[in-house]
């Protein structure tokens, strides 16, 4: 199936210092597009991949699941470790968690990690009809562009396919259960406005993960998707000084070229 448009990966060969990007569920690497252009712009090398089953139609996605979505970052972040120093991994919503198991199984592979309105649970009681639901119904209303700033939309799928949900639902408990072992610097952005994941989702991870050096920034003028929102380039600043702060070389790598696929 062809990509949709804005929704192809991205890759940008910069300095010593990479960033992975992970976009979230329904979502798609558009969403994340224009931190990761900030980040490149700035000399580091970025990834920012399409995750399998995501950015084509939602019956793509309905024959995947989070071991396939986690398998695509974590190869990912094995490519950017063979050419760069130090690594650091991004997230937002579904993409936090899977930043949050990158940081957990690798160690300290990864120099730290960024996370914006991360998700940590599937809410409601239609959360516990899934298993049962998922057999019945195919499909229920989509989550994506979850957005306060006016013209500002997300390509994400309309439609959320109940098989790929049921798997979130699994994959949040596999996460939650390692975030102990997240030890690494954590910069959580969280908008206290969001219609999709609440705020005690990331609560519950400062709780759980063992990171000595936390910092919690809110996001008052953002909903959900707020890389495309009113706080967008405050996480793009706050993000790279949180880079630079850990990896001095930031800023001083070699000019690459951009390239999209």
Known sequence: ???????????????????????????????????????????????????????????????????????????????????????????????????LRLAARHGDAISGVVVVNPANKVHGLSAYALPVARHLVRTTRGIASDIAKPGSVEVGYDRVPLHAAHSLRIFFRVVDAELPQVTQPLLLLHSPQDHVVPPADSARILSRVSSRDVTELLLEQSYHVATLDH?????????????????????????GTAAGG
């Not at 980040?39 to 950015?55: D, M």
């Not at 967008?232 to 000019?255: C, H, M, N, T, W």
């Open 1 to 99: 199936m062809p990509v949709l448009p804005g929704a192809e990966p991205y890759r940008h060969e910069g300095g010593e210092v990479g960033v992975l990007l992970c976009h979230g569920f329904t979502g798609s690497p558009q969403s994340l597009r224009p931190w990761a252009e900030y980040l490149a712009e700035r000399g580091l090398t970025v990834s920012l991949p399409l995750l399998p089953g995501h950015g084509t139609r939602w019956e793509d996605m309905q024959l995947t699941s989070w071991q396939d979505w986690y398998a695509e970052v974590d190869r990912e972040l094995r490519a950017l470790r063979e050419r760069c120093a130090q690594v650091f991994v991004f997230g937002l919503s579904m993409g936090g968690a899977l930043a």
């Open 231 to 255: 706080d967008a380039d405050r996480i793009f600043q706050e993000s790279l000084a949180f880079v630079g702060r850990l990896a001095p070389s930031v800023g001083a790598g070699k000019e």
